[in-house]
């Protein structure tokens, strides 16, 4: 089984809201949104979406991370977790944010990514992994 990892690059020049991120969030001025799908014989079984922002002290988020289920448990969901994080941190990102689920909280704690807060279960990760 080879997997193939694909990237895709949409500019944004817009405002984006994450409302459940109220506090330290605002509205920021994001530059990209990058996507990241992985493949098996042509067949998309994975993807992560990620943003970046112009201010590299400021977090960066993972928007979306899924693995069908048929692919899970197989390293999928690590290897797109990784390389995100690799692109991130080679763009200056500091400190990466993503919203959890209670189903994939043991996933991502581990892979260096603690819970900050439990209310809405927000994760932050590691950027030297």
């Not at 949409?10 to 459940?20: D, E, P, Y």
């Not at 920021?28 to 979406?49: E, L, P, S, V």
């Not at 899970?72 to 944010?97: M, T």
């Amino acid at each position: 089984m080879k997997i193939k990892l694909s990237v895709s690059l949409f500019i944004l020049f817009l405002f984006f809201h994450l409302a459940s991120f109220s506090m330290e969030m605002k509205k920021w001025d994001y530059r990209a949104i990058k996507d990241i799908n992985a493949y098996i014989d042509g067949n998309k079984i994975g993807d992560i979406t990620y943003q970046t922002i112009d201010d590299p002290n400021r977090p960066c988020f993972i928007m979306n991370l899924w693995v069908d289920k048929e692919f899970r448990s197989k390293g999928i969901g690590k290897s797109l977790l990784k390389e995100a994080i690799k692109d991130l941190k080679d763009q200056g990102c500091k400190k990466i944010w993503l919203q959890s689920t209670s189903q994939a909280k043991g996933f991502y704690e581990k892979l260096n990514c603690k819970c900050v807060n439990s209310e809405n279960l927000l994760m932050e990760c590691e950027v030297d992994q």
